[in-house]
């Protein structure tokens, strides 16, 4: 089978979908840190979608350390294939990604792409952890990335020195005319980012730091589509489709959304022309989206995995699974925030629960499993917070955080690798535990990078995941209607 390329296109399918622009003139304008399969999914798709509107927005996807991406798709001159996975499964060649650099080994042209006068937008999904912050949210000045990049600043490895470190040659410049857009599933994702890059550029030079504050918009967004990592399945089924070998196509639900502020200090592609929602007020999309997607998402996967179930559409597909999720939406997640005016909440929840069913895509609770110390202060913590001070339920909340627990205990015990980038801290803490409910629920809530001191010392929080590690201590696949049907 022939490779997909520049010189194959022409033999793909008349059912493949493209938009329509000459990607050979197509120039720049887009640097994107962290060009993952969400990235390729979500905002390289819209951006070539809205290339169709014309600009030179191609996109320079820049790796932070794997050279993953740069290696595969560069025998595809960056060409890949989107598939969407839903009742009417489609392809889409997207063309938008022109290059892939790796920070690590290509440093100069990274420096080059970011300080371009045509470089006018730069993006990121770097994931909660790339942002080095710390429990308020701000700059972490013990991280070590931050402090190796306070020494370096010429040779930064976090993605907040990266920025910096261009922002420095753009002020030397006067090349203002950039925003730089977060598209992480963090609270306030732009608001962070701005007071982190200026954080660190005052440690390094003031008049940088209020120029930045004067020039660059760093505007919210929300982001949503879900996006299970590529498989070997998937590979073989695009091939079939789009009749040529595609290194690394990705897999997405039919939804996609992406909110984002009206802040820009530049120029930006015709993403209003394609679905984009442009607003002033990003935070009741972004709340209603982190706390009701990702919030029960997260209750869905450390749960669903202690029942014995690998995918989100299985997990969810049981009965008690869907009771529980549903119920915390409906009376604990929902009267937490406000929502936008013209949401109607309840659809948005029958909405999420009917993605999550969506059988034709394999999404594995392992994968949203990953990262828990970075994800659970944005999609349960901060939610659980507002409820106590409103007087509202957190029992449901709080079973999320103590299955998350069983989750660390689990692994500890069994000497099982997780993904987090607080792993050994995380199992240091599960090991200790000897299954005393009580003791054990206080061990951990003592980790004190993931839950403030405020809450865990919250009798009405303690208290609550204490409860909920009590009775899903004995969940197992066998018994799943009655070890739920006990906190419903
Ligand atoms: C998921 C998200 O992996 C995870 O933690 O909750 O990636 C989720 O699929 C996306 O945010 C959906 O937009």
């Known amino acids: 089978m022939q490779q997909l390329n520049s010189s194959h296109i022409n033999q793909l399918p008349e059912s493949v979908i493209r938009s329509d622009y000459n990607r050979e003139q197509l120039g720049i304008g887009i640097v994107h840190l962290g060009p993952g399969a969400f990235h390729r999914a979500h905002q390289a798709v819209f951006t070539d979608n809205a290339l169709a509107y014309g600009g030179d927005w191609g996109i320079c996807g820049v790796s932070m350390r794997s050279k993953g991406v740069r290696d595969n798709l560069a025998e595809q001159d960056n060409l890949y294939t989107l598939a969407i996975l839903d009742e009417q499964p489609a392809y889409q060649l997207v063309g938008a990604i022109k290059e892939v650099l790796v920070l ?22 770097v994931t909660e952890k ?27 490895n976090s993605a907040i020195g990266l920025l910096t470190a261009a922002l420095a040659v753009r002020f030397d410049q006067n090349l203002g005319s ?78 996609s959304q992406w909110v984002i502020e009206d802040e820009f200090s530049g120029p930006r592609p015709h993403w209003e022309k394609v679905g984009v929602t ?35 559409s299985e997990a969810v597909s049981h009965p008690a699974l869907h009771k529980l999720i549903s119920a915390m939406l409906l009376e604990e997640v929902k009267p937490s925030f406000s929502a936008p005016l013209e949401m109607d909440v309840e659809e948005y929840i029958q909405a999420i629960l009917k993605r999550y069913a969506n059988p034709h895509i394999r999404h594995l609770l392992a994968q949203i499993a990953w990262d828990g110390s970075q994800k659970l202060p944005f999609r349960l913590l901060g939610t659980i917070k507002d409820n106590l001070a409103k007087n509202n339920s957190i029992r449901l909340l709080s079973t999320g955080v103590a299955a998350w627990l069983h989750f660390l205990v689990n692994a500890a015990h069994k000497s099982l690798q997780i ?17 005393h409910s009580a003791e054990d629920v206080q061990t951990l809530l003592a980790i004190a990078q993931v839950f403030p001191a405020e809450l865990a010392a919250n009798q009405s929080f303690s208290k609550a995941v204490t409860e909920a590690y009590l009775t899903l201590a004995d969940l197992n696949p066998q018994n799943i209607d009655s070890v739920l049907g006990k906190i419903e």
């Not at 912050?133 to 991280?143: C, I, T, V, Y």
């Not at 609270?187 to 930045?212: C, H, P, Q, T």
């Not at 998402?297 to 669903?304: D, I, K, P, V």
């Open 104 to 125: 690590g080994d290509q440093r100069e042209q990274v420096m080059q792409r970011l300080t371009a006068p045509s470089t006018h937008i730069i993006s990121l999904t």
């Open 130 to 156: 790339g942002y080095c912050l710390n429990g308020d949210g701000l700059l972490d000045r013990n991280h070590a990335d931050v402090q190796h990049d306070l020494a370096h600043p010429q040779q930064p």
């Open 178 to 255: 950039l925003t730089i857009i977060s598209c992480d599933n963090l609270a306030d994702n732009g608001s962070k980012l701005g007071k982190a890059v200026v954080a660190f550029a005052r440690e390094l030079n003031a008049k940088l730091a209020d120029w930045i504050e004067a020039n660059i918009c760093f505007p919210n967004t929300m982001v949503d589509s879900i996006t299970p990592a590529t498989d070997e399945a998937l590979k073989q089924r695009v091939a079939s489709a789009i009749e040529l070998k595609d290194n690394w196509p990705i897999q997405r639900e039919a939804f």
């Open 278 to 312: 442009f607003t002033h007020d990003v935070s009741g999309y972004e709340k209603a989206k982190l706390r009701l997607l990702n919030g029960s998402h997260s209750t869905l996967a450390y749960t669903g995995l202690r029942c014995g179930f690998e995918t989100v």
């Open 419 to 435: 993904t987090d980038p607080l792993a050994d801290l995380l199992l240091a803490s599960a090991k200790k535990c000897t299954g």
